[in-house]
Protein backbone atom coordinates (compact mmCIF):
# COMPACT_ATOMS: atom_id res chain seq x y z
CA UNK A 1 0.00 0.00 0.00
CA UNK A 2 2.02 3.32 -0.93
CA UNK A 3 0.71 6.23 0.51
CA UNK A 4 -1.66 8.54 -2.10
CA UNK A 5 -3.36 11.10 0.28
CA UNK A 6 -1.16 13.79 1.74
CA UNK A 7 -1.02 17.23 3.50
CA UNK A 8 -5.02 18.91 3.02
CA UNK A 9 -6.88 16.05 1.83
CA UNK A 10 -5.69 14.23 5.14
CA UNK A 11 -7.08 16.83 6.85
CA UNK A 12 -10.44 17.27 5.22
CA UNK A 13 -11.15 13.09 4.76
CA UNK A 14 -10.19 13.27 8.90
CA UNK A 15 -12.62 16.19 9.63
CA UNK A 16 -15.08 14.93 7.52
CA UNK A 17 -14.96 11.48 8.68
CA UNK A 18 -15.13 12.57 12.25
CA UNK A 19 -18.16 14.79 11.75
CA UNK A 20 -20.42 12.47 10.23
CA UNK A 21 -19.50 9.83 12.47
CA UNK A 22 -20.23 12.18 15.51
CA UNK A 23 -23.60 12.64 13.99
CA UNK A 24 -24.90 9.53 13.29
CA UNK A 25 -23.85 8.41 16.87
CA UNK A 26 -25.98 11.59 18.30
CA UNK A 27 -29.16 10.58 16.22
CA UNK A 28 -28.83 13.85 13.94
CA UNK A 29 -28.42 11.98 10.93
CA UNK A 30 -29.59 8.52 9.41
CA UNK A 31 -27.28 5.59 8.82
CA UNK A 32 -25.34 7.03 6.41
CA UNK A 33 -23.72 8.75 8.67
CA UNK A 34 -21.35 5.89 9.53
CA UNK A 35 -19.87 5.97 6.33
CA UNK A 36 -18.01 8.75 7.44
CA UNK A 37 -15.42 5.75 8.59
CA UNK A 38 -14.65 5.67 5.37
CA UNK A 39 -12.80 9.03 4.55
CA UNK A 40 -11.83 9.18 8.33
CA UNK A 41 -9.84 5.39 7.23
CA UNK A 42 -8.49 6.81 4.55
CA UNK A 43 -7.23 10.21 6.13
CA UNK A 44 -5.60 7.97 9.20
CA UNK A 45 -4.10 5.08 6.81
CA UNK A 46 -2.84 8.14 4.14
CA UNK A 47 -4.24 5.90 1.47
CA UNK A 48 -7.15 5.47 -0.90
CA UNK A 49 -7.98 3.09 -2.94
CA UNK A 50 -10.35 4.93 -5.39
CA UNK A 51 -6.89 6.95 -6.67
CA UNK A 52 -4.53 4.25 -8.48
CA UNK A 53 -7.69 3.65 -10.55
CA UNK A 54 -8.28 6.94 -11.17
CA UNK A 55 -4.55 7.95 -11.59
CA UNK A 56 -4.71 10.69 -8.60
CA UNK A 57 -2.48 11.39 -5.50
CA UNK A 58 -2.49 14.18 -3.42
CA UNK A 59 1.21 13.25 -1.67
CA UNK A 60 2.84 15.18 -4.32
CA UNK A 61 5.78 14.54 -5.91
CA UNK A 62 8.23 14.39 -2.85
CA UNK A 63 7.20 10.90 -1.37
CA UNK A 64 9.94 8.33 -1.52
CA UNK A 65 8.75 4.79 -2.79
CA UNK A 66 10.00 3.00 0.60
CA UNK A 67 8.27 5.61 2.82
CA UNK A 68 4.96 8.36 3.46
CA UNK A 69 4.76 11.30 2.76
CA UNK A 70 4.94 13.88 5.48
Given at each position: ????VG?I?????I?????????A??G?V??????G??P???GI??????Y???G?N??G??????????
Amino acid sequence: MKCNVGGIDRILRISVGIVLVALAANGIVGWWGWLGLIPLATGIFRFCPAYPLLGMNSCGTSCSKDSCCK
